[in-house]
Nanobody
């Protein structure tokens, strides 16, 4: 079955860095664009970054542009999110997802999701 497993979350001080990983299985990974989203309690899940399956073109939310970098390793079936210069407002549960169809910025465009990994940034 299709599975996505995130890892790499944790507690970090403001200004620090973390690298999230998302290991995929059950699909031909190179054929799919991938996305990262995040969610805090009481709020909707919001787009963070996406990477296409061809040419690895990247897209970012304005709030993370210049600080976060999404990348993929098709041989390892893994997508990464390098997060630098972290801020307390980056605190959230981070999810990766397989893109199915449509605009990369919307949750409805993704059909399979991981269980999430908690990122907490202290001030």
């Amino acid at each position: 079955q299709v599975q996505l497993v995130e890892s790499g979350g944790g507690l970090v001080q403001a200004g620090g860095s973390l690298r999230l990983s998302c290991a995929a299985s059950g699909r031909t990974f190179p054929n799919y664009a991938m996305g990262w989203f995040r969610q805090t309690p009481g709020k909707e899940r919001e787009f963070v970054a996406a990477i296409t399956q061809v040419l690895s073109k990247t897209y970012y939310a304005d709030s993370v542009k210049g600080r976060f970098t999404i990348s993929r390793d098709n041989a390892k079936k893994t997508v990464y999110l390098q997060m630098n210069s972290l801020k307390p407002e980056d605190t959230a549960v981070y999810y990766c997802a397989f893109h199915y169809s449509g605009d990369y910025y919307f949750t409805d465009s993704y059909d399979y999701w991981g269980q999430g990994t908690q990122v907490t940034v202290s001030s």
